[in-house]
């Protein structure tokens, strides 16, 4: 876990028992670099870099949505609706993409090791469900690590590209509606919901955006 400072500008949007989720603001782009730096470069090994933090390449274009359980941050998953998208470099071409109404790609979906049979990765993903909905996004991509692909294939999304490799690490471009997803978990949806508590925050009033 990585503890962080307080979230004044980065206000909560939704709690469940213990765990809390917040679009991450400027007070918390630390803890996001420590994290990405931790999942992304420690224990993936996807990027080289000296630590301990990792300051993502779209930073800029970046919604951040972070889980915390007490003062610390468990999970983190990033969200870009303007391109050119990470995915596009893992496409035969990126016009693949242009049909695609209403596209955000998810980048960065993270969970510390020992969270990750928690209600962060639940949390995350209602997070990211819940704000594509309000902002009328219709699509999701996403580039997915070949363990976790059956992750993916679970949550509907479906291979618009073949694999790739890229350092010891194997990539596929995935692609998903968001109706799909909401209709995948229509019967678990409702009780998690009843044990969510709701705060009045907007989604997406903070981003990496400067």
């Not at 300051?55 to 610390?72: Q, V």
């Amino acid at each position: 876990m990585i503890g962080d400072v307080p979230i004044g500008d980065s206000p909560i949007m939704f709690s469940i028992g213990a765990y809390s989720f917040c679009v991450a603001g400027p007070s918390l782009w630390a803890t996001v670099a420590r994290l990405t730096y931790q999942v992304f470069a420690e224990e993936l090994g996807q990027y080289d870099s000296p630590g301990p933090l990792l300051r993502d390449k779209n930073h800029e274009r970046n919604t951040y949505i972070l889980a915390r359980r007490g003062g610390a941050a468990v999970g983190l998953v990033a969200l870009a609706s303007s391109r050119p998208f990470s995915v596009e470099s893992r496409l035969p071409t990126p016009a693949v993409l242009d049909t695609v109404p209403k596209l955000v790609e998810v980048r960065l979906l993270s969970v510390m090791p020992e969270e990750r049979s928690s209600h962060a990765l639940c949390g995350l993903l209602y997070a990211v469900l819940t704000i594509c909905e309000r902002r009328e996004w219709d699509h999701m991509v996403i580039s997915a690590i070949e363990n976790r692909r059956g992750l993916y294939q679970a949550l509907t999304f479906d291979p618009i590209a073949a694999p790739s490799r890229e350092r010891h690490l194997v990539f596929t471009p995935m692609l998903a509606k968001v109706a799909a997803m909401r209709a995948r978990f229509a019967r678990q949806l409702p009780t998690f919901e009843r044990q969510i508590e709701m705060h009045s925050v907007a989604p997406g009033e903070a981003s990496g955006s400067s």
